[in-house]
């Protein structure tokens, strides 16, 4: 996942990655082992999602967090949907 972030919150200290896999009804803070790293630097501006599958519909939101201030409010969500099939395969 890439982003682009105009502070609305500074200084921050990190960011928290959420995702869904129901269009947004429940929400999943992402952390550990789930992520290429983690916690998210404040100046990174991408990150992998190493637990998402090829089916899988996820969405995501992206938070700006600071010890001093908190949590940000959400960012938008970015929803992507599963990779489509691969058609008209032959064998060679």
């Not at 995702?19 to 501006?45: E, N």
């Not at 637990?51 to 700006?64: D, N, P, Q, R, S």
């Not at 409010?73 to 599963?82: D, K, V």
Request: hydrophobic residues 35%.
């Amino acid at each position: 996942l890439a982003w682009d972030y105009t502070p609305n919150m500074v200084p921050h200290d990190a960011f928290e990655l959420e995702r869904s896999t129901d269009d947004g009804v429940t929400w999943v803070l992402l952390q550990g082992a789930s992520l290429s790293v983690s916690p998210i630097p404040p100046a990174a501006r991408t990150v992998t999602d190493i637990t998402a599958t090829a089916t899988g519909k996820y969405c995501y939101k992206l938070y700006a967090v600071s010890t001093t201030y908190g949590r940000s409010t959400a960012s938008n969500r970015a929803c992507f949907p599963p990779p489509a099939s691969p058609i008209n395969l032959r064998r060679s």
